[in-house]
């Protein structure tokens, strides 16, 4: 299979995710319980939709109809359906969203789309520039609900082939309170592991760092940050690269995202300031609109930020707001040479849910 993330124009990729999305959508007019009766009542035909050009033809989807039954967003497959599309690999969860419901939405993903999430994570790692000598310390909690950050990092490192430990911080369940680790204890293990990146929430990497400076605990190891779930601070950043300098860290640097639970993984930057890019432009497929009109905004005009998962055979959402606006670039990226959609510059909340949590992504603050 091509790289999807550096091919050598448009119009291969868009050759490449019709083919996908014509598969996606078979499915979807025959299986899927919310758009069957929406693209019905939109008096839409599977033979109005030839490709991704034609999105624009499908209303918005919002949060508010995904969390108001997650069930009818999942391809309801008949008996006779193939192993690989209609097994659950497994079940995540967004945050709970206020205003709406207190209540993680599920997100399930079939064997078809676990290896689709192996590759998204995968290319997360590239674009972050990790490398086959890296590995990584995941800092990310036990949570109640199944949630994509612990899970999706233990994946990553297997999609990538590279050591994975899990420092578990925290005691998540009172009849196994040995299963969970206190701060001086998660310090220790970034000492034992010899981890170069170290990949959890903002707020708790900061505490890990701060405390091993108390500890005198070098951490001559880390070259990575990968910061997600919460705003992130640049004077923060900086905090931290400092203080990894101080631990005998060779020239640290820290790698921020922008991205959903809806996603399972995150929009990247592959350097600072090069715009988050969509890591699987041959699974997603990203469109800035007019929050009103819900028409097209040219690239590089602030528009609200739409998410369609092509590519998938369990959860499927098309056209869904992701509830931020920004502005979206499909320039190929002058620093690594991706070509996929970019969001340029910080996007904004415009709805009324709260912000990223760390069952999903960060949008980063600077």
């Known amino acids: 299979m091509a790289d999807t993330l550096f091919l050598d124009d448009w119009d291969a990729l868009t050759r490449e995710r019709d083919a996908r999305f014509a598969a996606t959508l078979d ?89 689709n999430i ?31 950050a612990f899970a999706r990092v233990m994946n990553a490192a297997a999609a990538f082939n590279i050591p994975v430990t899990a420092a578990m911080p925290g005691s998540p369940n009172a009849r196994q309170p040995d299963i969970g680790n206190s701060l001086d204890a998660v310090v220790a293990i970034a000492a034992r592991s010899e981890a170069t990146i170290l ?11 701060a405390r091993a400076e108390e500890m005198g605990v070098v951490l001559a190891h880390v070259r990575l ?29 820290v790698s921020v995202s922008y991205g959903a639970s809806e996603m399972q993984g995150g929009m990247v930057e592959c350097v600072p300031g090069s715009g988050y890019h969509n890591p699987a432009p041959d699974q997603f497929c990203f469109e800035a609109v007019d929050p009103d009109t819900h028409k097209p905004v040219p690239d590089g005009e602030e528009g609200l930020i739409l998410l369609t998962r ?51 992504w960060s949008i980063p603050r600077r």
């Open 27 to 115: 499915r979807v007019f025959a299986y899927h319980p919310f758009y069957k009766d929406l693209l019905t009542r939109a008096r839409l035909r599977r033979r109005d939709i030839s490709g991704i050009s034609d999105l624009a033809k499908l209303p918005v989807t919002t949060k508010k109809d995904y969390l108001a039954n997650p069930g009818n967003f999942v391809l309801a497959w008949p008996e006779a359906a193939s192993a690989e599309e209609s097994i659950i690999w497994d079940v995540m969860h967004t945050a709970g969203m206020s205003g709406v419901t207190g209540t993680p939405a599920p997100l399930v993903s079939t064997n078809y789309d676990f290896f």
């Open 118 to 148: 192996l590759a998204l994570n995968r290319n997360i790692l590239r674009l972050c520039g990790a490398s086959e000598a890296d590995s990584i310390l995941n800092l990310f909690p036990l949570t109640r609900h199944p949630q994509g």
């Open 199 to 209: 990949w959890g929430v903002p707020s708790y990497i900061r505490k890990i760092v």
């Open 225 to 253: 940050v990968f910061a997600t779930g919460e705003g992130f601070a640049e004077q923060a950043q900086t905090e931290i690269v400092e203080r990894l300098k101080r631990l005998s860290a060779n020239d640290p640097r």
């Open 310 to 360: 092509f590519d998938r055979r369990g959860t499927v959402i098309l056209r869904y707001s992701l509830g931020d606006v920004g502005r979206l670039t499909r320039e190929r990226c002058p620093h690594c040479g991706a070509l996929t959609e970019r969001i340029v510059g910080l996007p904004r909340r415009m709805d009324g849910f709260s912000s990223r949590s760390a069952g999903g």
